[in-house]
Structures are given as C-alpha cells and as structure tokens.
C-alpha cells in the first residue's frame, strides 16, 4: 500500500444499528441520551478548557479575534462535531 493511500474499512451501519432500532421501537424512553459538557476559564482571556466528560479539550479564539491561533477555535471544535 502506498503511503498516502488510505486502507478502507467496510462498516455495515444498519446491521450495527438494528438493535438500537429495535431497542428504541419497544422503549422509546432507552433512545434518550443527555450530553453534558462543562467549559472553564484559563488565565488568558481568549482562551478556556473543555471538559466533556472523558476528554479535556483546549480552546482559544481564532487568531482572526484576537487568539493565539496555535489552539483549536470554536469553529474547530464545532467542525469537529459535525464531521463525528
């Protein structure tokens, strides 16, 4: 394989996902799901952590907004989740 070739990796969603379905169909109250996330002041302004629970993220405004551009903005960690 070359090396910027990608390997890819067959993943069959509706088979993994069935049994959530079904799950789901027969208590409606099992497909809830409560996401918490909880953000916090650094000692520069501009900048702050994010704890989701099993990862601490560290986020600074863009450098277009006055951050220090080496840390992942808003809109990076907002990209991030959609493409998740």
Do not use: F, W
């Not at 990608?6 to 169909?25: F, G, H, M, N, T």
Request: proline content about 4%; some cysteine.
């Amino acid at each position: 394989m070359a090396k910027n070739q990608k390997k890819e990796v067959a993943v069959d969603i509706r088979s993994l996902q069935k049994p959530l379905k079904e799950q789901y169909r027969s208590d409606p109250n099992a497909s809830r799901i409560t996401i918490r996330v909880k953000a916090g002041e650094t000692d520069v302004p501009v900048a702050c952590s994010v704890d989701i629970g099993r990862a601490i993220y560290q986020a600074e405004a863009h450098k277009g907004v006055g951050g220090g551009g080496t840390g992942a903005c808003s809109g990076d960690l907002l990209l991030g989740a959609l493409a998740a």
